[in-house]
């Protein structure tokens, strides 16, 4: 276990609601990031968090937004949802920015948009 | 095109076997290259890390090796186990950005058969 916990693990929404997934980071850990995995492919970059401010963001729309609290636990937000949304949501904490800086990852949410 | 290919995209063994992933990555410059085992439904666990300048690294059963000329990776897995069937994902860490961002291969996914 690498200590990064995840909730819920598995959740089930319709086109156009709103999902908030929740991390927490292993204890020490300043940095959280959040990957989407699509079935059969590898995770794929949203965005990192860093002292609860947004450090960087992939190539994702604005209706995935984040936030990071001074325990640097984390939320990833999705607002209305489609289709392409479902997918497996893994967040990472590491101890901090630097390249070497190993990420953990939690086991996951499962998100199946109907 | 994806900046991090791997291959094959599957393979089964036989338990006590040897087997070879590979890796072709696009990425430059970048920092490092790890390679993370992900079981079914779980976050990725990092395996191994080289930086550019090294070769070759280990860690138990699996070997890492790296050519930043040809930029190549292989993983080679030795006296293969029924545990080893998992996904293997080639990672690479980009020297710009600012930021700890992870460019995830889509994996090999193996499977060790007794």
């Known amino acids: 276990e690498t200590g990064v916990t995840q909730s819920p693990t598995h959740l089930i929404k319709t086109r156009g609601q709103q999902v908030t997934l929740r991390c927490s980071s292993q204890?020490?850990?300043?940095?959280v990031s959040w990957y989407q995995q699509a079935l059969g492919q590898g995770p794929q970059f949203i965005f990192q968090y860093y002292r609860e401010e947004e450090n960087g963001r992939g190539n994702f729309p604005p209706r995935f937004s984040g936030l990071q609290f001074p325990n640097y636990s984390s939320e990833l937000n999705v607002n209305a949802l489609e289709l392409d949304d479902s997918a497996l949501y893994l967040c990472a904490s590491s101890l901090g920015l630097g390249p070497t800086d190993t990420q953990y990852f939690g086991p996951g949410t499962r998100l199946t948009v109907l | 095109k994806n900046q991090v290919e791997q291959s094959p995209q599957s393979l089964i063994i036989l338990e006590g076997k040897n087997c070879t992933l590979q890796c072709n990555y696009t990425v430059s410059p970048f920092s490092n290259l790890r390679w993370y085992k992900q079981d079914t439904g779980r976050g990725p666990v990092s395996l191994t890390i080289?930086?550019?300048?090294?070769n070759t690294k280990s860690n138990g059963r699996y070997t890492a090796t790296l050519d930043a000329d040809t930029k190549q990776s292989s993983l080679h897995i030795t006296a293969s186990q029924l545990s080893d069937s998992a996904s293997y994902i080639c990672v690479v860490t980009p020297l710009s950005g600012g930021y700890n961002k992870l460019i995830f291969g889509a994996g090999t996914r193996l499977a060790v058969h007794p």
């Open positions: 204890s020490g850990h300043n940095t």
């Open positions: 080289m930086t550019f300048s090294e």
